[in-house]
């Protein structure tokens, strides 16, 4: 299980794309039972710049680990 997500952190599709674009990123977080196919980009762009993946299991859960009130399907902590 992981700890609330307390370093600094971009949530949502195109935020996380262009974090990944342009800046040092530490950890991307996608939630299980989001459109994979829609992440499928931003997972590539992880893996392409030897980002950690880690697999939430729901998008409410990572919503909460972001400390947000609402779902979230992706989440990138920058260095």
């Known amino acids: 299980m992981v700890e609330r997500i307390k370093d600094k952190k971009v949530v949502g599709i195109k935020q996380s794309t262009k974090v990944l674009k342009t800046e040092k990123c530490k950890t991307l977080y996608i939630a299980k039972d989001a459109n994979l196919a829609l ?41």
């Open 39 to 79: 992440l499928r980009d931003v997972e590539n762009l992880a893996k392409d710049n030897s980002v950690e993946i880690v697999y939430i299991d729901t998008m409410r859960e990572l919503g909460k680990l972001c400390g947000i009130d609402v779902k979230a399907s992706v989440a990138v902590t920058l260095i």
